[in-house]
């Protein structure tokens, strides 16, 4: 390790910011539960996704060409459940009513962890299914091969991806941060005409999605 494979952290930062900053069906996720649950759910979705970045980005970092075959052999696969995923969220988020606003101090801490971990799981499950993903890291390392040297090694390829995973993480900082600071001011009519617009919107991409397999498969 030198200080060659130490500024490759920053690349690795540009990386996951490219990666996680367009506005799509994960973005609007997070944005509205931001909104609807406040900053913490918000942000604990958005790791999840993160998480998600950060394995593809080990796939292709570390040359682990045989998973990475095999992840674009299920693209057809992955991408129909990834598909589904979207229109069963986007017509959950549409019926899903304002919840009651719970003081922290009195909710169940249990109940909170496990809403959470859900929270996480869902996003981390929508990523992963998303293979366009793995081919724009692979796209995007590539075009890193030259900053690593003519013999990139375990410690090149660590750095870049923890990168990757700081900067999808502060992607969703900024964004759970700035959303947050309007949570306070949602009431339940706005709220409910957030649920609608964007569970409309996350079911279209995941409709979309669905097509373009259909498409394929004729």
Known sequence: MNLAHILLLGPGIVIGLIVAAPIG????????????????????????????DGLFAVVTGFGLTAISQWIEGL?????????????????????????K????????????????VRAMASTFALTITNPATLLGFT????????????????????FIVGGVILGSTLWWLI??????????????????FINHGSGLIVAAFGLVVLGHVGMKLL
């Open 101 to 116: 606003r719970l003081d922290p101090k009195t909710e169940d801490s249990d109940k909170r962890a496990r809403t959470l």
């Open 175 to 192: 964004l759970c941060t700035v959303v947050g600071l309007l949570h306070k001011r949602i009431d339940d009519r706005i709220m409910l």
């Open 139 to 158: 796209a995007m390392f590539t075009g890193l091969g030259g900053l690593a040297g003519d013999d990139p090694s375990f410690f090149a390829a660590a």
């Open 25 to 52: 069906p994960v973005n609007l996720i997070c944005i509205r539960r931001t909104l609807q649950y406040g900053f913490i759910n918000g942000f604990i979705s958005g790791l999840g996704a993160a998480l998600g």
């Open 75 to 99: 693209s057809t696969a992955l991408q129909l459940a990834g598909g589904t995923l979207l229109v069963c969220f986007g017509l959950y988020t549409y019926f899903s009513q304002p919840p």
